[in-house]
């Protein structure tokens, strides 16, 4: 029995009863709490009434598929990490729930292991990050951990907790070419198991948001064949 209290407050969200009660039942017992909702129009509801640390979300629901749930989520305010779970291995899902503002994804069928392991990298990455230093500064560039808010210009950019992070990383780096090996190791953490399209995917949305003013010098830049920079204006 878990006597510190639960690990962190899940919200499980798939139209399969079986699927559902098994992930329920199985992240009750790696010492999660857990709500569970069997369509989008009950996990809006669920995550306005339980506040959930994070979102097990199949993408295909009876009502409107898991993106569209998370667009909701992310429109009223609501940021905490989405976790997709997809019936196949299909690119352009991965890429489109990434747009919207998805942090992970696993592909049926899953291990429950890998689906805890994934959870607990989620939520470790995307927790309040504590340094001395809570400002970083690269060039116009600004990091605020305290705030968890990123500002280029004095004009505040909204970012998902794994963009933050990622972002992080690369300005405590400044000028210095990091792998996409490194990129997974320091921001997801884990074995990514050679999959290394979700840092391209993770770096051209960041770059679409950072790199916005055509006036402004460029931070992010791609070194081809060997990984991602942020560079300083001076450095350029």
Known sequence: MNKTGPEAKLLVVDDEPNIRELLS?????????????????DALAAADTHAPDLAVLDVMLPDMDGFTVTRKLRASGKHFPVLF?????DTEDKVTGLTVGGDDYVTKPFSLDEVVARIRAVLRRTQPLLDDDAVIRVGDLELDDDAHEVRR???????????????????????RVLSKSQIL???????????????????????????????APALIQTK?????????????
């Open 224 to 236: 081809r064949g060997v990984g991602y920079v942020l560079r300083t204006a001076e450095k350029r």
């Open 25 to 41: 039942t199985s992240l009750r017992f790696a010492g999660f709490e857990v709500v569970s909702a069997a369509n989008g129009r």
């Open 85 to 89: 779970l997809t019936a196949k291995d």
């Open 153 to 175: 210009g004095g004009t505040v950019i909204e970012l998902s907790p794994t963009e933050f992070k990622l972002l992080r990383y690369l300005m405590l780096n400044p000028n």
């Open 185 to 215: 190791d320091h921001v997801w953490e884990y074995d990514f198991n050679g999959d290394a399209s979700i840092v391209e995917s993770y770096i051209s949305y960041l770059r679409r948001k950072v790199d916005i003013d055509p006036e």
